[in-house]
C-alpha cells in the first residue's frame, strides 16, 4: 500500500496504479492505519470501474499533452521562455503522436541521449526532463490519463555547483562587441548581480532613483528591492523611457553568442555575468554575508561557492598590515629540529 502526506494538509493521500492507470486521491483521514483502509477501499473501487479508453476511443497524444501544458499552466510560470523551448526539445526528440499512457523511461533515455548528442548541457536536460514529468504529472493528477509509473530521479543529471567568471578585461571586450541595447543590460547585471530574467523584467514604475534601488520580482515570485551601484544607475539614465520595460532584449542570444565569438570568450552563459559580478564584490573586499544580501540568496550556505574569493583577499590583505613590531626586520624562521 502507498500511503503519504503533503505539506500544509493533515491528510494522508493514497497513491496506486490500476491497469496502468495511476490514481491520487486524498484519504480524508488523519492517521495511517484509517488511510491504509481507506486506500483499499479507493483500489477496488477503481478496479470495478469500466476502462476510460475504448478501443475506437482516441488518446491523448504527447504533442496535446504539451500543448495542453504550455496553454494552462507552462506560459503563466516566470521563466515561461525556457520551458516552451524545453517542450519544444521534448516534442522533437520523442514521437509527437506517442500515446501520453504510453510514455516510458524508454522515450525519456532516449530523449536524453538525443539532447546529449546535440550538445545540449545538463543543466538544460534537466529542466527538459522536469518539463516532461510535469507534463506527466498533470495528465495523470488534472487530467485522468491512464499514465505508466516512471523514476524520474534516475533520469536527471547531478549538477555540479557552477562558478564561472570572468576578468574585467574580458568583460570590457564582450560589451565593446555588443550593440547598445544589449550593452546595456549586460552592463546591469554586471553592476548588480541581478539575475537574466531578473534584469530583463525591470520596469520602470519599479525604479527608484531617489534610494538608489530596484524592486524586481526575484526567484520563488517574490520581490525585493536591489541596491544599485552608480554605474547602474548611469545604465538606467542612458536608457529611453519608452513603453513600461526598461530594457530592450530583441535578438539577446544571437547578439551575446556573436559578442562571446568576438571577444574570444569560451563557455560563459548569461548566468555566469551574475557569478562575475559575485566574484568581482568578493575580490573588492566584501564579506560572504554582503554577497548573500546583494544575490538575494535564501541563505549564506547558497554564497559559499564564493568563500575561497574572499578568503584570498583576506590574506592579501593580512600580508599589507603594518608591522608594529620593533624586531620584524630582523625575524629568522624557527626551523623544526
Known amino acids: 500500500m502507498s500511503v503519504f502526506t ?58 496535446q499533452a ?11 510560470l516566470r521563466d515561461a521562455r525556457n520551458v516552451q523551448r524545453w517542450l519544444q526539445y521534448i516534442i522533437r526528440h520523442i514521437e509527437k503522436t506517442t500515446p501520453i499512457s504510453a510514455l516510458s523511461v524508454k522515450h525519456v533515455t532516449a530523449m536524453r541521449t538525443s539532447l546529449e548528442t546535440e550538445g545540449v548541457g545538463p543543466i ?3 529542466r527538459t526532463v522536469t518539463t516532461l514529468q510535469g507534463v506527466h504529472n498533470m495528465a495523470a493528477k488534472k487530467w485522468e490519463e491512464p499514465v505508466r509509473v516512471i523514476d524520474w530521479r534516475g533520469l536527471k543529471t547531478k549538477e555540479t ?12 571586450a564582450l560589451l565593446q562587441a555588443l550593440p547598445i541595447h544589449i550593452r546595456q543590460v549586460v552592463l546591469f547585471i554586471l553592476t548588480t548581480g541581478l539575475r537574466r530574467e531578473e534584469a530583463f523584467q525591470v520596469v520602470w514604475p519599479r525604479v527608484n532613483f531617489e534610494n538608489s534601488s530596484v524592486n524586481v520580482r526575484v526567484k520563488g515570485g517574490k520581490d525585493r528591492d536591489v541596491l544599485l551601484s552608480p554605474e547602474a544607475l548611469v545604465v538606467l539614465h542612458e536608457r529611453p523611457r519608452e513603453g513600461r520595460y526598461v530594457f530592450d532584449t530583441t535578438n539577446y542570444r544571437k547578439h551575446f553568442e556573436k559578442a562571446l565569438s568576438i571577444a574570444g570568450i569560451e563557455d560563459f552563459t548569461w548566468h555566469d555575468l551574475r557569478h562575475t559580478f559575485a566574484t568581482w564584490m568578493g575580490q573588492s573586499g566584501a564579506p560572504l554575508e554582503v554577497i ?32 608594529v613590531s620593533p624586531i620584524s626586520g630582523n625575524v629568522t624562521p624557527i626551523k623544526r629540529a
Open 66 to 76: 504539451c500543448g495542453r501544458y504550455w496553454a494552462t499552466h507552462g506560459k503563466k
Open 161 to 172: 555547483g557552477r562558478t564561472r567568471a570572468e576578468t574585467r578585461e574580458h568583460a570590457q
Open 6 to 63: 503533503r505539506k500544509g494538509s493533515p491528510y494522508y493521500y493514497a497513491e496506486f496504479i490500476v491497469r496502468g492507470r495511476r490514481v491520487v486521491r486524498s484519504t480524508k483521514a488523519t492517521s495511517r492505519r484509517e488511510a491504509e483502509a481507506v486506500e483499499k477501499s479507493f483500489r477496488m473501487e477503481v478496479a470495478r470501474e469500466e476502462p476510460r479508453l475504448g478501443s475506437g476511443e482516441a488518446k491523448l497524444t504527447l504533442d
Open 292 to 323: 548573500r544580501d546583494q544575490l538575494g540568496h535564501s541563505s549564506i550556505a547558497v554564497t559559499q561557492k564564493y568563500r575561497h574569493v574572499v578568503q584570498s583577499e583576506v590574506r592579501a590583505a593580512l600580508q599589507r598590515i603594518p608591522t
Open 124 to 126: 538544460s536536460l534537466n
